[in-house]
């Protein structure tokens, strides 16, 4: 984080020497109704223009893998997190949600007549979720990866 103070001179007014101070210079110090600081801070001078931050703004990212598959599924989701550790990423995750088990009961013969058989089919469905704090760009490179078929990728972008 990255903080512009006018550097104040003697009779309290700013005068045009501007000084940037990160968090790790640690606190000003006041002194007889005035600010003190270091000398090595005052080292730029202004040019008239406010100085540019490169800031970008990090989101909090959720990436939800769908699949019937269990192999794939965890394949991508590794994929995922792997890329994201090299990129150096704060991730949370995965988190694996219940598995939704769809079931369809019915009769094995399609006139009614016969034996009462009956046939039972399920589908399992698993979902994993993936937590990451990044800028959209870089999950734009993440996400890049070979997906495996069967698997849907959803992502939600959401302000930190």
């Not at 984080?1 to 501007?18: E, K, N, R, S």
């Not at 469905?125 to 890049?144: A, C, G, N, W, Y």
């Amino acid at each position: 984080m990255w903080a512009v103070i006018p550097d104040v001179g003697g009779g309290g007014v700013p005068d045009v020497t501007t000084v940037v101070v990160s968090r790790m210079c640690g606190p000003l110090y006041k002194r007889r109704g005035r600010t003190s600081r270091p000398l090595f801070l005052s080292a730029f001078k202004e040019t008239g223009k406010a100085p540019v931050e490169t800031e970008v703004a990090i989101h909090r990212i959720r990436i939800t893998l769908t699949s019937r598959n269990v192999k794939s599924l965890e394949k991508v989701c590794a994929d995922l997190i792997r890329g994201a550790k090299e990129k150096s990423l704060k991730v949370k995750g995965p988190v694996r949600m219940p598995t939704k088990t769809l079931r369809i009961t019915t009769r094995k013969t399609p006139c009614g007549e016969g034996s009462k058989t009956w046939d039972r089919f399920q589908m399992r469905i698993h979902k994993r979720l993936i937590d990451l704090h990044s800028p959209s760009e870089i999950v734009k490179q993440i996400t890049s990866i070979s997906i495996e078929p069967g698997v849907e990728v959803e992502v939600t972008i959401a302000d930190a």
